[in-house]
């Protein structure tokens, strides 16, 4: 059974950090693309950030210089660096991966940036 498990969410000041994590497990995710999207309240899910299976990486404007993705490759595992939070980074963060129309997501992580 494929799973995405995401942990690192939590509560944090205005320009605190925080490191989300997403174990993946069930296959190995090496020629998928993994990355974070997030749903703030009240609104639609957005795109935050991804990595390729060739290392590309891809980030919204809004975290771009703020935001770092990476990801271990023999852990399964893929990780969101988040440096100088801000209020409107409160959003639940999922984890999601794709590879040829299929994919997956992980059931979320609550974050909260308090002003």
């Known amino acids: 059974q494929v799973q995405l498990v995401e942990s690192g969410g939590g509560l944090v000041q205005a320009g605190g950090s925080l490191r989300l994590s997403c174990a993946a497990s069930?296959?190995?995710?090496?020629?998928?693309?993994m990355g974070w999207f997030r749903q703030p309240p009240g609104k639609e899910r957005e795109f935050v950030a991804a990595?390729?299976?060739?290392?590309?990486?891809l980030y919204s404007d809004s975290v771009k210089g703020r935001f770092t993705i990476s990801r271990d490759i023999a852990k399964n595992t893929v990780y969101l660096q988040m440096n100088s939070l801000k209020p409107e980074d409160t959003a639940v963060y999922s984890c999601?991966?794709?590879?040829?129309?299929?994919?997956?997501w992980g059931q979320g992580t609550q974050v909260t940036v308090s002003s």
């Open positions: 999601h991966a794709s590879s040829l129309g299929r994919q997956f």
């Open positions: 069930g296959r190995s995710f090496k020629n998928f693309a």
């Open positions: 990595r390729g299976w060739n290392s590309d990486t």
